[in-house]
């Protein structure tokens, strides 16, 4: 299953999000976003989700990196 959303998540001129889902609630995911100075970033990573009974994530294990990337070079 493929994600995929898109919204502004707190940042200045928004960020797209891709993620690869699995039943197992891990996920690779890739994001790109920029800061309020307008440079753009591509951050990627592996996480972990745990959910409780009522269905609420109670905890969250990721591992992510941020790579400072041009505009022209934005793919998502």
């Known amino acids: 299953m ?3 959303f898109h919204g502004p998540f707190g940042f200045s001129g ?3 999000i891709s993620k690869d889902c699995n039943v197992f609630d891990a996920h690779r995911f890739e994001y790109e976003y920029r800061n ?3 440079q753009w970033f591509r ?3 592996n996480e972990n989700w745990e959910f409780d009974e009522n269905g609420l994530m109670k905890k969250r294990y990721a ?3 941020d790579l400072e990337i041009k505009e ?3 793919y998502l």
């Open 2 to 4: 493929k994600c995929k």
């Open 14 to 16: 928004g960020q797209l």
């Open 36 to 38: 309020k100075e307008g």
């Open 43 to 45: 951050a990627y990573g």
């Open 63 to 65: 591992s992510i990196n």
């Open 72 to 74: 022209a070079d934005r």
